[in-house]
């Protein structure tokens, strides 16, 4: 018997780390009222409702989850966040709109332009990597013509950016605000970080990173009653028409789950969090110093003269399994799904790192404006080449192109490639581009 993907899971399963990524559930179903019976896993019955055209349990589950988010409208995704933010921006904008867009987009709100032919006007976050309200407002006064604000927070490594203030601005303007939240659906749950990121028309919520709930279940929570009416045939334009009944089933058993338990559980967790992130910074590792998701711990290793892939592979040899690491830093995804061991195996092998130098230099991008000499769908669907980076200087960049950190995109389709870039991906081990030919 040849199962070379099952028999790597096993592998990694039998090394028995703690797991700091994604998912939320962390493996552990049983703390969930969802049993992941195989008989779960079913389709359209006149007893099980229909995902499009949910008019019996599958509505009321959503409806149960916009009371629990406070929404005028949820919608269960089982194509992930990235179904999520395809629909928000196909409610909020008809084909060549202008859209208003932070720049640290994940790529399939980049490949959503592309697919909808928006034009997007990159707005870059500040030095502390949030984007200001004042910075928000400026963009729309200089572009009337946008069809919405969309923004990208919490990032990666959990900063939150003033979503409430932000709010009251895109209002003032009248102009929608569309967040993808997907590394903060628990945030909510938070008293503070649920103030902050409060107040869009819609957000695109990745369940399954922080939440108890299979990989790929995710909601579209819609504040703005005037989105509701098309929200289903707005997902549906880009969704599976076989969503998995198993994914559905734990966004179900996850809300249950936030409604008896999850406002105590997260704020355990936050506590919890809080402790060895005063730990690391005893230690060296100082916290970041802007508002950020209570529950991720993002360890700055600089100061202790490691890289953050260092310090990940000395994790990994402690039994620790991180989320993410990058030039700086070790990102680690803590939920009320992690047992007190794993934390007590993180502080005693935070406790054993050993500090040297501080790395000074390491890669850090220096952001320059690009020009877009071509719409990105017309570069993102053009005829492709895929080339050695070092040839690839006045040439059209035909993808999203993204490191971190800062997690900002270095290229976006349409943009050319400049010798600034070429140094910046070289240095960060991108060697090969896709270019338009
Ligand atoms: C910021 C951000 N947005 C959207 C997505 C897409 O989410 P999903 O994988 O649930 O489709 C990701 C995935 O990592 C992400 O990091």
Redo the contacts with the bound molecule.
């Keep these: 018997m040849s199962t070379p993907l099952l028999t790597a899971i096993n592998t990694h399963l039998q090394k028995g780390r703690s797991s700091f990524h994604t998912p939320g559930h962390k493996g552990r179903p049983q703390l969930s009222t969802f049993n992941f019976q195989l008989s779960t896993d079913i389709t359209e019955l006149p007893d099980t409702d229909s995902l499009f055209e949910a008019g019996g349990a599958i509505a009321e589950a959503e409806r149960l989850a916009a009371q629990s988010y406070g929404a005028y409208r949820t919608l269960f995704s089982a194509g992930?966040?990235?179904l999520c933010?395809q629909a928000m921006l196909r409610l909020a904008c008809k084909a060549g709109d202008t859209v208003i867009m932070g720049r640290n987009a994940?790529k399939?709100a980049v490949n959503t332009a592309a697919l909808l032919d928006l034009q997007p006007v990159w707005l870059y976050p500040n030095s502390s990597l949030l984007y200001a309200p004042e910075a928000v407002e400026q963009a729309i006064l200089k572009h009337p013509e946008a069809a919405a604000v969309y923004l990208?927070t919490p990032d990666?490594h959990g900063r939150i950016s003033p979503i409430n203030k932000i709010s009251q601005l895109c209002r003032k303007h009248g102009i929608p605000l569309l967040v993808?939240r997907?590394?903060g659906s628990h945030l909510p749950f938070i008293s503070g970080a649920a103030e902050l990121i409060s107040g869009a028309d819609m957000y695109a919520d990745?369940l399954?990173k922080t939440l108890p709930v299979l990989t790929?279940g995710?909601v579209l929570n819609i504040y703005n009653q005037s989105f509701a009416p098309l929200a289903k045939s707005a997902m549906s334009l880009f969704a599976s028409t076989s969503p998995s009944y198993l994914v559905l089933c734990s966004l179900d058993s996850a809300r249950e789950w936030l409604d008896t338990h999850g406002k105590e559980e997260l704020e355990r967790t936050a506590l919890r969090v809080a402790k060895i992130r005063n730990l690391a910074a005893q230690l060296g590792m100082p916290p970041l110093n802007v508002p950020t998701d209570p529950c991720r711990l993002c360890l700055n290793t600089e100061p202790i003269g490691l890289s953050g892939h260092a310090a990940a592979e000395y994790l990994r040899s402690q039994g620790i399994e991180p989320e993410l690491s990058d030039a700086q830093s070790v990102v680690l995804i803590c939920t009320p799904f992690n047992t007190e061991a794993d934390f007590i195996r993180l502080e005693s092998a935070l406790r054993g790192i050993k500090a040297a130098n501080p790395i000074k230099n390491s890669a850090i991008y220096a952001w320059e404006a690009h020009t877009a000499h071509m719409s990105v769908r017309e570069a993102a669907l053009a005829l492709h080449q895929r080339i050695s980076i070092h040839k690839a200087a006045g040439r059209i960049c035909g993808e999203t192109v993204s490191t971190c950190p800062p997690g900002i995109p270095i290229l976006m389709p349409g943009e050319k490639i400049l010798e600034n870039d070429i140094i910046f991906c070289a240095a960060c081990g991108i060697l090969e581009i896709n270019v338009v030919k």
């Design positions: 992930g966040c990235t933010i994940h399939s990208t990666y993808d997907a590394h990745s399954h790929s995710a």
